[in-house]
């Protein structure tokens, strides 16, 4: 009888207190790690293209022509502005 007891309100308690301090003194946790987001590569037209990398294809090296191309139009187009303006700058008034 008096295991019993002793069992009941002595060694089962201390265990289950015991448990818990080593529980509480566990790992310390950590700060989670920033993430940084990638700076965006390319222009904005062409993320979606760039972002099939994901998925298995070239999508950077396809972004990259997408690009140049754009840039290209961009700069034929720049310089037809700029022809224009200079051609209604140098015509005769129609008056």
Do not use: H, W
């Not at 309100?9 to 940084?36: E, H, R, W």
């Not at 070239?58 to 700029?82: E, T, W």
Request: aromatic share 4%; charged share 20%; proline share 7%.
């Amino acid at each position: 009888m008096l295991t019993g007891n002793v069992m009941r309100y002595f060694i089962a308690p201390t265990l289950l207190s015991m448990s818990l301090m080593l529980a509480a003194c566990g790992q310390k946790q950590q700060d989670p790690i920033p993430v940084t987001p990638k700076p965006q590569v390319g222009r904005a037209e062409t993320q979606g293209i760039r972002n099939t990398d994901a998925i298995g294809y070239s999508g950077s090296a396809i972004a990259n022509k997408v690009d140049s191309a754009l840039n290209a139009n961009d700069a034929q187009k720049d310089r037809m502005d700029q022809a224009l303006q200079s051609s209604e700058g140098n015509s005769p008034d129609p008056k």
